[in-house]
Every structure is written in structure tokens, then in C-alpha cells.
């Protein structure tokens, strides 16, 4: 207790110390800045156009700085720490390719709301426009993927710019904000004021819903029959997920929970019935179809959970809260709007929010539904199945761990296998579907939490895409358990392959992948293979308990397909049930 | 497909037309004109839009304007009584034999002619974009040189919003 009392007094005597004016660089003001915006981890890479910066850094301890193989890497794993510690994850690269490497991350982020300050170098404004080396328009380039960005023209400029960045990621509808960063601005000595107030005329997000489109909800609840919810990774973001819960309790209405809301509602309880969409359940997909009122509350109406828009959920009153206006009748046109943070909008509905007492056949009905049809898959003890892998893999970790995916068929095995009950423990690339994201996520995931289990599932496609940061997991001791579940191929592209391309199985072929074990090895990583039950139960305790960074790769059947699955262009209720029916 | 026309009220920042016109590019808006200039606060800047599009994507039009940081305000001018202007200059060849038949087209638009060349004129219109337009299909047979248009500015009448 006294040890932590010294550690935060240490911490306010050291932000105090930074607040005093002083002329120093604008590296240093970044730096600086940065801790005042309570940063402890940065991820990044140096390179000429932050030689200043780097150079700041230097001895510096305020803050870790985490040095990863490659920007993507970088960007990738402050995304994970964004999105498993809510806080805003920072990285820094320098110009040109330095700073075009992270263009997927930021696209990453963007797709999914994730608050993010990137920080660049350029080369000096003396320099910019003229192609000079390592010069790239990245404030140009990445305009579509960021809420906003800011070319800093001179250092006096910084202390505001930064802290209107890092409030511009973290507030509203979250996300990416870049600051670029020249070489001759990160040179400048220039007087550091600290910046504390922010004030942006353009930018004033709506928190407070109106209080008669919320009763105008309630009021449509109280006469709803067949009501479901429809719940998003908005209320992970705002932190709503304790009222979402009590509005569920009062209100008796079933919800379902997008891939970006897991975790948003205690996945055991009875009014949950999984996840919507394209691989969601029998009972989230039908209840949606035949609901009498949908209340979305933060999700976008993705295609990936709607299905062919025209069909989606036809016989429904649509009630919409998002913070971003424009998502609201964006894809669903939308009878009660409600534009508003998700917590406060539930807050305010709670307290006045009654039982939908019409609704209980309908609750009796999805009950039954749910047990009936929940995701199934055919066991084998012959071949290791990928769903009893991540099974397994949740009866180990007894639920507790957070879990970060790549992109493809594991990644929607593990949204139906492992089940969540906390928010911010399940970190996935949502809307870009990003490969290579799974692992260095979850380094960022490691960092913003030290002491708990951090599983990172890929497929052994995407693990091929970050597999250098093995390293920095070994150097600095960072636990993370990273799961890849081999089949050998490009599994869902495999399966599109041959459920709508007739089996044309097209350059899907992983062959030639390395050895795993051998890589981690290699990286100074424990490293396990499995291919039985058995073996497969003993590495995973093994490597769980391993007080390391270990790699399992559980060599599982290739042919295995996601099931349910609902076809592109198909309305949700027009599910291929698969291989367990 | 209805034509709207917008002011967009934004920061004077470096980079703010490539935003807002960037938006529009990929979010697959229309944009027909779109002019920028200094408004009456120092600091701000008014772009006047011309779109088109059904009721539904103006709306998202806007909501999405409305997301950048640097846009302070957007006003669905088309929606009130608005007066839209744009300038056109066009040179047109002009022989001294047709210069007096080209000069009674000038007088009926309060048109003006801005330069004599030996061979050609250069008229100055301004007006909505009907009226430039037909100065436009008037002029054609004389034999249009170039043709210069700004595109549209425009405000609200009176003292409605």
C-alpha cells in the first residue's frame, strides 16, 4: 500500500516537474506531452525523420518504448493496448515507408472505432513537396482513415495539437487521429506551455440523447411482442456494458451481440443468444428476422451482420442509438433515432424502463430455440478439431483470459467457441479484417495488462504476416500465449472457394509454411505442436503456465468449414446449417 | 435525382478542400460545383456545394460533413429561398461584322464585355446557372474559344437562418 502510494505520488511529482514552462525541442515538448497525457506504453520504430525524437528518448524512462520489428507491428499492438485497456494507444514512425507501414493499421482502427494518436516524422518543411528522400504525403494518404490529422508547421503549435489529438480519439465516436511531425519542428526550441483546456469550434459530440426519443423507445418497448437487442461494440467503447446490462434485466428483452460487442453482455445468461450475421446463430439470426422492435445500441449495421439489406429484419420498428449521427439511417432506415454516448442513453432509459411484460412468449419461444440450435460441430478423435481446440482452450483458461484474433475461420471459431463475460477481453479487426493484426494485438493487449492471461489465436495464414514480433515478446518477457490453429491452407478462402466457387480451389495453399515450433525457437519462444486431444490438452497447460511468451500450433483438420454461415447477398434467415445437421 | 446546394462553413486550414472533396469521392457523392472563398469571420472559410442526389444521400451528405473536424456548420441552402450565382467568362470569336449582334445578346443578359480582341470578345455573365447556360447555347455559333465558369456561390434570401 505505501509502495503504491509512492508510485502515484512519483508519478504527479514527475507530471508536475513536466508542466513547468521551459524552452526546450519540439521533441521534447512531444515527449513531454505524451506523459502528461498519461501515456505509459509507446510502440514504434526509429528511422531519419525522428532521429530528434528518438534522440529525446534517449534515457528517458517516463514512458516504455516498445521497439517492434516492423510499423505494422507497431501500430497493430497499440491498437490491442487501445482496445484492451480503453486508454488511447500511441505509436511513432518515422516518414515515407516508416509511416506508409502503418496505413493498414490505421485503416484497422478506423473501421472500428479505436482511439489512436499516430505519430509520424516528415522531412523538414523546408523539404516537403519536393519528392526528397523518404518523403511521403502521409496526411494526405491517410485522410480517409482518420477522424482527423494534423501536419505540425512549427513546435509552439505542439502542445495544443496533441492534446486536441489525443481528445479528438478518445471522445465521440472514437478513433485514429495522425500527427505529422517535421524533422525541423521536432529541431525547434520553442517556449513549452503545457496545454490543458481544449476547445474546438467544430467539434462537439452529442452525449446528452433527447429525452422524448427515449421515451418514445420505452413507450415502443412497453408495447413491443417481439423485441430484441441488438448490441455493438459502441457500448464497449463508452464503457456502458453495467447499464446495458441492468436495461437487459428490467426489460426482459433477448439480445444478441455483434463480433465488436462480445463481451458487452455475460455471454451465459438466458437472454443472450449469441452473435448475429453471417457466421451467427440459428436463434440470433431468426429472432432478428422475426422481431416486432430492433434497438440497436452501438453497432453500425455492418453487411456482415444484415445480410441482404432488404430483408433485414422486415417486420421490425428500428430504434437506433449511436453517438455518430451518421450511422443513424446510414444502411437501416431508422423509426426512433437516438443520438447519444450509449451509456448515458441507457442511463437515462433505466431509470423509467418497465418489464416488456407482452413479450413473454416470445422470450419462452427463444428459449427454446436457443437450446435446440446452438452452434454444433461434429467431434473427432481421430483428427484434431479446430472448435474443440478453442474449446479446450476456454475450459483451461476458465474464460478468464483476453483472447485477440487474426482474420478468417479461427477467428470466427473463436467468437462462437469461447464465450465472454467482460468487456475488453475479446480484441478482433472487426470491419477491415485485417490479417496479421492477431498477434502484435495482443502484445498491446500483454502491455495494458500485465497480470492477466493474453491468448493470441491465428491461423497459421496470418501469423505469417507479423511473426517477427515474436522478438520483442522474447526480449522484454512478454507473456503473451499465442495460439495458431494450422490447417495448412487459407482456410476461409478455402471454404468461399468451395461453397461459391464450385471447389476451385484457387492459390490457397500454405505449404511451405515453417516450422513453428523451430521459429519460436529461433525468437527465444517456447514452442509446442499438438495433433491429438491429448497432446493438445498438455501443451496448451503447459505453455499456459509457462511463465513466458510460448507458441502452440495445434495442427487440426483441413477441411473443417464455419458453420452457420449465411451466403453474401443472402437475407440471415437463409442459413447453410453445415456439417453438424 | 434532385440538385441541392450546400454552404459549408470550415476552418481555413491547410488541407480542408482535399478533406471535404475527398469525402465526397469516396463515399460516392456527386459534386457538380463546388466554390471556396473567405465568409465574414476571419478564420473561417464558406464552400458553396452544388449536389445531386435523392433526399436520403444529402442527408448523409451532411452527417458526414459534419464528421470532419475542421467543418464548423452546413446549411442546406436549396431548402429555403436562395439566391445561387456563378460567373462565366467566355471568349468568342468575333469578327467587327458580328460584334453588334453579339453586343445586342450581352445588353438583353446585363452581361458585360470584358475585352476586345481582334478577332474575338470576352464576355463577362453572371446569373444563375440557367441563365449561364443559355448565354452559353447563345454564344455557341459565333464560336466559343474558351469558356470559364466558377460555379456556384450562394446564400439564403433575406433574413431566414
Not at chain 1, 505505501?2 to 508519478?11: M, Y
Not at chain 1, 515507408?97 to 472505432?113: C, Q
Not at chain 1, 511451405?512 to 495433433?531: I, N, T
Request: aromatic residues 6%; negative net charge.
Amino acid at each position: 500500500m505505501v509502495a503504491q502510494n509512492a508510485t502515484l505520488r512519483s508519478k504527479e511529482e514527475i507530471k508536475e516537474n513536466l508542466r513547468k514552462p521551459e524552452v526546450i525541442t519540439g521533441s521534447e515538448i512531444l515527449l513531454r506531452s505524451l506523459v502528461l497525457e498519461d501515456v505509459e506504453c509507446v510502440f514504434g520504430y526509429p528511422g531519419g525523420a525522428v532521429l530528434y525524437i528518438y534522440d529525446a528518448m534517449h534515457g528517458f524512462s517516463d514512458f516504455k518504448h516498445l521497439l517492434t520489428r516492423h510499423e505494422q507491428g507497431a501500430i497493430h499492438a497499440a491498437d490491442g493496448y487501445a482496445r484492451a485497456s480503453g486508454k488511447v494507444g500511441v505509436c511513432i514512425a518515422t516518414s515515407g515507408p516508416g509511416a506508409t507501414n502503418l496505413v493498414t493499421g490505421i485503416a484497422t482502427a478506423y473501421m472500428d472505432s479505436v482511439p489512436l494518436v499516430v505519430i509520424t516524422g516528415n522531412v523538414a518543411t523546408t523539404l516537403i513537396g519536393t519528392d526528397a528522400f523518404q518523403e511521403a504525403d502521409i496526411t494526405g494518404i491517410t485522410m480517409p482513415i482518420t477522424k482527423h490529422s494534423y501536419l505540425v508547421r512549427k513546435a509552439a503549435d505542439l502542445p495544443r495539437i496533441i492534446h486536441e489529438a489525443f481528445h479528438i480519439a478518445n471522445t465521440g465516436r472514437k478513433g485514429p487521429v495522425l500527427i505529422d511531425i517535421p524533422k525541423d519542428v521536432s529541431a525547434e526550441l520553442t517556449l513549452f506551455e503545457p496545454v490543458t483546456e481544449v476547445s474546438i469550434r467544430g467539434y462537439n459530440p452529442t452525449v446528452q440523447p433527447n429525452k422524448l426519443q427515449v421515451d418514445k423507445m420505452l413507450k415502443a418497448i412497453s408495447e413491443a411482442e417481439r423485441p430484441i437487442v441488438l448490441a455493438g461494440g459502441g457500448v464497449v467503447y463508452s464503457g456502458g456494458h453495467e447499464e446495458l446490462h441492468e436495461f437487459i434485466i428490467k426489460s426482459g428483452i433477448p439480445i444478441t451481440t455483434t463480433l465488436l460487442g462480445l463481451g458487452a453482455f455475460p455471454s451465459g445468461e438466458d437472454l443472450w443468444l449469441g452473435m448475429p450475421g453471417m457466421h451467427g446463430t440459428y436463434t440470433a439470426n431468426m429472432s432478428i428476422q422475426s422481431a416486432d422492435l430492433l434497438i440497436n445500441i452501438g453497432a453500425r449495421f455492418d453487411d456482415r451482420v444484415t445480410g441482404k439489406l432488404a430483408g433485414f429484419a422486415p417486420h421490425a420498428k428500428i430504434v437506433h442509438i449511436d453517438i455518430d449521427p451518421a450511422e443513424i439511417g446510414k444502411n437501416v432506415p431508422t423509426d426512433i433515432p437516438i443520438v447519444g454516448d450509449v451509456k448515458t442513453v441507457l442511463q437515462l432509459a433505466n431509470k423509467d424502463v418497465k418489464y416488456a411484460a407482452k413479450a413473454d412468449a416470445w422470450r419462452a419461444q427463444i428459449a427454446a430455440s436457443k437450446l435446440e440450435k446452438p452452434f454444433k460441430y461434429q467431434d473427432s478423435d481421430e483428427e484434431l478439431k479446430p472448435q474443440w481446440v478453442i474449446e479446450m482452450l476456454y475450459e483451461e483458461s476458465k474464460g478468464e483470459a483476453i483472447v485477440t484474433t487474426d482474420v478468417g475461420q479461427h477467428q470466427m471459431w473463436a467468437a462462437q467457441y469461447y464465450k465472454f463475460n467482460k468487456p475488453r477481453s475479446w480484441v478482433t479487426s472487426g470491419g477491415l479484417g485485417t490479417m496479421g493484426f492477431g498477434f502484435p494485438s495482443a502484445i498491446g493487449a500483454q502491455m495494458a495488462n500485465p497480470d492477466r492471461l493474453v491468448i493470441s489465436i491465428n491461423g497459421d495464414g496470418g501469423m505469417q504476416m507479423c511473426a517477427q514480433e515474436l522478438a520483442i515478446c522474447a526480449i522484454n518477457n512478454i507473456p503473451v500465449k499465442v495460439v495458431i490453429i494450422n490447417n495448412q491452407v487459407l482456410g476461409m478462402v478455402r471454404q468461399w472457394q468451395e461453397l461459391i466457387y464450385d471447389n476451385r480451389y484457387s492459390h490457397i495453399d500454405l505449404s511451405g509454411s515453417p516450422d513453428f515450433v523451430k521459429l519460436a525457437d529461433a525468437y527465444g519462444v517456447r514452442g509446442f505442436r499438438a495433433s491429438t486431444k491429448e497432446e493438445a490438452r498438455a501443451a496448451w497447460i503447459e505453455a499456459m503456465n509457462h511463465p513466458g511468451p510460448a507458441v502452440v500450433e495445434f495442427v487440426v483438420r483441413k477441411h473443417e468449414n464455419v458453420y452457420p454461415m449465411v451466403t453474401q447477398g443472402s437475407t440471415i434467415d437463409q442459413m447453410i446449417m453445415g456439417d453438424a445437421e | 435525382m434532385k440538385r441541392h446546394t450546400i454552404a459549408v462553413i470550415v476552418n481555413d486550414q491547410p488541407g480542408v478542400l482535399q478533406r471535404v472533396s475527398g469525402l465526397f469521392g469516396r463515399r460516392g457523392f456527386n459534386i457538380e460545383s463546388i466554390t471556396v472563398g473567405t465568409s465574414e469571420e476571419a478564420g473561417l472559410s464558406r464552400m458553396v456545394i452544388v449536389t445531386t442526389g435523392d433526399d436520403k444521400t444529402l442527408e448523409q451528405v451532411i452527417k458526414q460533413l459534419y464528421k470532419l473536424i475542421d467543418v464548423i456548420k452546413v446549411v442546406d441552402l436549396s431548402a429555403n429561398p436562395m439566391v445561387g450565382r456563378e460567373l462565366a467568362l467566355i471568349k468568342v470569336n468575333a469578327e467587327p461584322a458580328a460584334r453588334p449582334e453579339i453586343m445586342g445578346v450581352v445588353e438583353t443578359f446585363r452581361a458585360a464585355v470584358v475585352d476586345i480582341g481582334t478577332h474575338s470578345l470576352m464576355v463577362q455573365v453572371v446569373g444563375d446557372t440557367e441563365k449561364i447556360d443559355a448565354m452559353v447555347e447563345l454564344m455557341k455559333p459565333y464560336g466559343i474559344r474558351e469558356l470559364s465558369r466558377t460555379g456556384v456561390t450562394a446564400m439564403i434570401r433575406g433574413n431566414a437562418k
